[in-house]
């Protein structure tokens, strides 16, 4: 969202003068398209983790600039609440025994900053939303002491102009209100970096969108907010009501909220790019020096500084991004979808599956997206997040009888995804040994119905049976989270309950 944002305050001419050069940008990347001037495929992918401090009594810890200090590592940098981290993985070549790389670097990483955070009472825990977390705690002051942060915060509920609004209803129903943004804290997620051409971003993007849902069915791990349970993955409608500077008249007019699905299939990253300045206003209207069109005549390439900028403070669950490197422009698309967690091993068989089936996908000659509606893969969202591993979902019918039927996930999954996941890897180049380990862990998590969430919902009502208060349960169930999640093993082998004494 922009690495050296410094606080200040804007006036009306700061937002015009913004919204020209935004427009100017606009215009830039239409030029870089237009001359082909993007860099050549690569197969590069990346990998971003949230990442949530608590200590060994399962609570939040608001310390994550003393543990920053500690690790010392420019692999980890700050998120928005006290007790969030990021850990950054650099860019890998989509091929060989990749996924293993990953894995290893992710648990060498992960081990050594766990053992800094312990020096200060704190330690990591991967998961969607920490299920000890209270109001108490998402409030501004507990906002990390960052200018981007503060500034962020401050033009959102200055656009708001009134609190924050929750209301999330599921198994139980959590109504409040907050004056600030941190209520957005609580949720840390796996965001899934592709470097693609031009020509095939809108394939990539258009696959990413219609597997969304099905990656929410396997990966659930936010059933809990604030105490009550709720979504098997309450990440998404959060998100989207923590961040929605709408107030209800707007919202009523049918003005788009900055999260979002979206609302159609695409033809070019152009498009998305133009609809998030046509929908949605400057938040941090801070300009940079270059001129994009100069710089362009002269034969450069531009930064697009503010181009960058706004479209970091519009969350869409898969967001197009541009960027530069070596001095030659790219092209991404950053898959938001998956909450962190539960363990290694699941985050690397959660992403194997994803730029798997997104190879395949994009490259089909009758692609999914021309036979599913744009409106049952939002429907279709919305049903994964409710229901989890239990969702069912809208998917073409098989053959050319064409429409759209009602599956269980997890059958889609195994009996059509996977066998497309497998294909899509190995037109990447995956070893077969890679391929088969992280895709069967996915096959297991369908055949046992179990995935984070259900593991989280499953043992906090043994602990309610075994005569353990809400707090209590929910304190004892992020406590054998986080035992089990250190150990390793992937979640669906996850013994539910806790070890007799």
Not at 144 to 157: E, F, W
Not at 264 to 278: G, M, P, Q, T
Not at 313 to 333: I, S
Request: proline letters at 7%; charged letters at 25%; aromatic letters at 8%.
């Amino acid at each position: 969202m922009g690495e050296k944002v410094v606080a200040g305050v804007f006036d009306l001419s700061d937002r015009q003068a913004y919204r020209e050069k935004l427009n100017q940008c606009l215009e830039g990347l239409g030029r870089l398209l237009a001359e082909r001037r993007f860099e050549r495929p690569r197969n590069l992918m990346g990998l971003e983790i949230e990442l949530n401090l608590a200590g060994a009594d399962g609570m939040p810890r608001m310390r994550n600039g003393e543990v920053l200090q500690r690790i010392a590592s420019k692999d980890f940098q700050t998120e928005l609440g006290m007790f969030n981290l990021e850990v950054n993985i650099v860019p890998h070549r989509l091929s060989g025994r990749v996924f293993d790389q990953l894995a290893e670097e992710l648990r060498t990483g992960l081990a050594y900053a766990h053992r800094k955070a312990a020096e200060v009472d704190a330690g990591i825990m991967m998961i969607g939303i920490l299920p000890t977390l209270g109001r108490e705690d998402v409030v501004s002051a507990n906002l990390s002491q960052v200018d981007r942060y503060t500034l962020l915060n401050d033009q959102m509920v200055a656009a708001r102009g009134e609190n924050f609004a929750l209301d999330i209803e599921g198994v139980e129903r959590l109504v409040c209100t907050s004056p600030s943004i941190a209520p957005e804290s609580a949720c840390t997620s796996v965001q899934l970096h592709l470097q693609v051409t031009p020509d095939r971003f809108a394939d990539v993007w258009n696959a990413a969108q219609a597997i969304a849902s099905v990656q929410i069915a396997l990966g659930a791990n936010a059933p809990f907010l604030f105490g009550k349970e709720l979504w098997r993955e309450s990440r998404p409608p959060l998100f989207q009501q923590s961040t929605d500077v709408r107030p209800p008249e707007f919202r009523n007019q049918g003005v788009r909220p900055r999260t979002w699905f979206g609302e159609r299939w695409i033809s070019s990253a152009y498009e998305l790019f133009e609809e998030n300045l046509r929908y949605f206003p400057p938040l941090l209207p801070i300009r940079d020096d270059e001129d994009p069109l100069r710089v362009l005549d002269e034969g450069g390439v531009p930064q697009l500084a503010e181009l960058v900028l706004h479209n970091g403070t519009v969350y869409r669950w898969n967001r197009p991004v541009y960027g530069m490197a070596g001095g030659v422009p790219h092209l991404r698309v950053e898959n938001r979808v998956l909450p962190a967690g539960p363990t290694v091993t699941d985050v690397i068989a959660n992403a194997a599956f994803y730029y798997g089936l997104v190879r395949a996908l994009a490259e089909e000659p009758r692609p999914v997206w021309s036979r599913l509606p744009f409106a049952a893969a939002a429907e279709n969202f919305d049903a994964a997040c409710r229901h989890g591993i239990d969702a069912e979902l809208l998917w073409p019918r098989p053959g050319r009888s064409g429409g759209v039927t009602k599956v269980p996930a997890v059958k889609l999954v195994r009996d059509e995804l996977l066998p497309l996941a497998a294909a899509g890897l190995d037109a990447w180049n995956i070893e077969p040994v890679d391929r088969d380990l992280y895709l069967g862990v996915i096959e297991e998590r369908c055949k046992r119905r179990a995935n984070g969430a259900s593991w989280q919902v499953d043992t906090y009502h043994r602990a309610l049976a075994a005569g353990l208060g809400r707090d209590a349960a929910l304190a004892a169930t992020t406590r054998r989270y986080g035992e089990l999640m250190h150990a390793g093993e992937p979640v669906h082998t996850w013994p539910v309950g806790f070890p007799a004494p």
